[in-house]
């Protein structure tokens, strides 16, 4: 199944969705999540939501509640043994495993604080970095990942409205 499906099917019965960008802009492709969400901005339906929370996505729960999110969608830099741009859907349980430590709490954890206070399906969306040396740009193979990730999010919102 493709990722565009694998979104697809997730988001089915989804009223309002919130999308993080996560990562470190310092930190070559840890960026790709921030990226994603800029290249999104204002090309989604009303009822997405996207903030880029950089490094300290839990600064922005109390925004997140406000929104009362059916759905919440990170994307961040995921290292789980891919070429790099490579995109995955990773459920919260699995984050632990795969997830960069440039946060200051893990995200499995933020997502299962948004679970219990927001009562919202939590996914992460992971893209394969090639390196998150500190200094770095970000690689053209995840300039254009994040490219061809956020045109197969946008035509999978307007699918889903």
Same mark, same amino acid.
């Given at each position: ?25 310092? #930190? ?12 999104? /901005? ?6 997405? /939501? ?37 995109? #995955? ?73």
């Amino acid at each position: 199944m493709t990722l565009t499906a694998q979104i697809t099917g997730w988001l089915k019965n989804c009223k309002i969705l919130v999308v993080l960008g996560i990562g470190n802009p310092m #930190r070559g492709d840890d960026a790709v999540g921030i990226e994603i969400v800029k290249l999104l /901005k204002g090309k989604v339906p009303k009822n997405v /939501k996207l903030l880029e929370c950089q490094t300290v996505p839990e600064n922005f729960i109390g925004e997140i509640k406000r929104f009362n999110p059916s759905h919440v969608l990170m994307i961040d830099a995921a290292h789980f043994e891919a070429n790099p741009g490579e995109a #995955r859907l990773i459920p919260p349980e699995k984050i632990s495993g795969v997830t960069i430590s440039t946060h200051a709490i893990p995200l499995y954890v933020l997502a299962g604080i948004l679970q219990e206070t927001v009562n919202a399906k939590v996914l992460l969306l992971g893209v394969q970095p090639k390196t998150t040396e500190f200094g770095a740009e970000m690689t053209e193979e995840l300039r254009e990942a994040a490219e061809n990730i956020a045109k197969a999010l946008m035509s999978v919102f307007k699918a889903v409205n």
